[in-house]
C-alpha cells in the first residue's frame, strides 16, 4: 500500500491561505496531505504593524487573516521562517515550497524547500536568453529590487505594479501598460495572483508568453512528487 505525500506549504504572511492550499493540491498526486503554515502566524495586526518595512528592498506583499492586503518587513518574515520550516518537518511533510517570489538568502532547514523564485528566473532564462523581460509586481516600490533581482546580461526588464486583488479593470489596465513597453516574455512576480489575474492580463497581452508564478511552481512539484 503506498502512503500519501504530504506538501508542506510556508508562507510569508498568515494562514489559512485556502487559494494557494487548493491550487497546490490540484496539481499535487491524488491523496497528497496538503499542510499549510505562515511566518506571522500568531502575531496581531498591531504586532504585525511595529515591524513595518524599512525600505523598498525590506517590502513583501501579502494576505493576512480577513484577506486584508499589507505591506510587511522582509527582514521579520526571514527571521520567523525557520520555525516555520520546522514545523512542517515536525508534521511529517515530504516536500516543501516556500510560497513566495522573493529573493531569499539561506535560512536555518531550507535544505531542499522549492523556491518560486529559482523556478520563474529559471524559466525565464530559457525562454528568454536575451530580449525584453516584462514584469507584473505588486508593489510599485518594489519595482527596483525586483528589478535587480532579475538582472541579466542581455535582458532589458520593465515593470508595472498590479495588485493581486485588483479587479478586472484594474489588471487590464496594468496588462496594457506593460504591453506599450513591448515585452518579450511577461513574468507574474508574486504568488498570490492567481490563474483569473493570469487570464485577464493574457486579454490583454496576446500572444505574449506570459509565465505564473504559482503555477509554474506546482507544475515543477509534480514533477518531484509524481
Known amino acids: 500500500m503506498t502512503m500519501a505525500l504530504?506538501?508542506?506549504?510556508?508562507?510569508?504572511?498568515?494562514?489559512?491561505?485556502?487559494?494557494?492550499?487548493?491550487?497546490?493540491?490540484?496539481?499535487?498526486?491524488a491523496g497528497t496531505r496538503v499542510i499549510l503554515r505562515g511566518a506571522l502566524d500568531?502575531?496581531?495586526?498591531?504586532?504585525?504593524?511595529?515591524?513595518p518595512p524599512l525600505s523598498g528592498a525590506d517590502t513583501l506583499y501579502t494576505r493576512l487573516r480577513g484577506g486584508q492586503d499589507v505591506k510587511i518587513s522582509k527582514a521579520h518574515v526571514i527571521e520567523r521562517s525557520p520555525a516555520v520550516l520546522a514545523k512542517l518537518r515536525a508534521h511529517g511533510a515530504d516536500a516543501i515550497v516556500?510560497?513566495?517570489?522573493?529573493?531569499f538568502p539561506p535560512m536555518e532547514g531550507d535544505a531542499g524547500v522549492l523556491f518560486p523564485s529559482r523556478v520563474l528566473n529559471?524559466?525565464?532564462?530559457?525562454?528568454?536568453?536575451?530580449?525584453?523581460?516584462?514584469?507584473?509586481?505588486?508593489?510599485?516600490?518594489?519595482g527596483e529590487k525586483l528589478s535587480a533581482k532579475w538582472a541579466r546580461?542581455?535582458?532589458e526588464i520593465v515593470f508595472e505594479a498590479l495588485r493581486p486583488s485588483a479587479g478586472a479593470d484594474e489588471i487590464a489596465a496594468a496588462a496594457a501598460r506593460l504591453k506599450a513597453k513591448a515585452p518579450d516574455l511577461v513574468a507574474m512576480?508574486?504568488?498570490?495572483?492567481?490563474?483569473?489575474?493570469?487570464?485577464?492580463?493574457k486579454d490583454v497581452l496576446g500572444d505574449v508568453p506570459?509565465?505564473?508564478?504559482?503555477?509554474?511552481?506546482?507544475?515543477?512539484l509534480d514533477e518531484m512528487l509524481s
Open 6 to 29: 504530504t506538501l508542506g506549504i510556508a508562507t510569508i504572511g498568515q494562514a489559512p491561505r485556502d487559494d494557494i492550499a487548493d491550487l497546490f493540491a490540484s496539481y499535487a498526486p
Open 42 to 51: 500568531g502575531l496581531s495586526d498591531d504586532e504585525i504593524a511595529a515591524r
Open 98 to 103: 516556500y510560497a513566495c517570489t522573493g529573493d
Open 122 to 142: 529559471g524559466l525565464a532564462a530559457a525562454l528568454l536568453p536575451q530580449g525584453r523581460l516584462g514584469l507584473l509586481l505588486p508593489l510599485v516600490e518594489q
Open 153 to 155: 546580461p542581455g535582458l
Open 189 to 201: 512576480d508574486c504568488m498570490s495572483y492567481t490563474p483569473a489575474t493570469k487570464a485577464g492580463v
Open 210 to 220: 506570459t509565465i505564473l508564478g504559482i503555477t509554474a511552481t506546482a507544475r515543477v
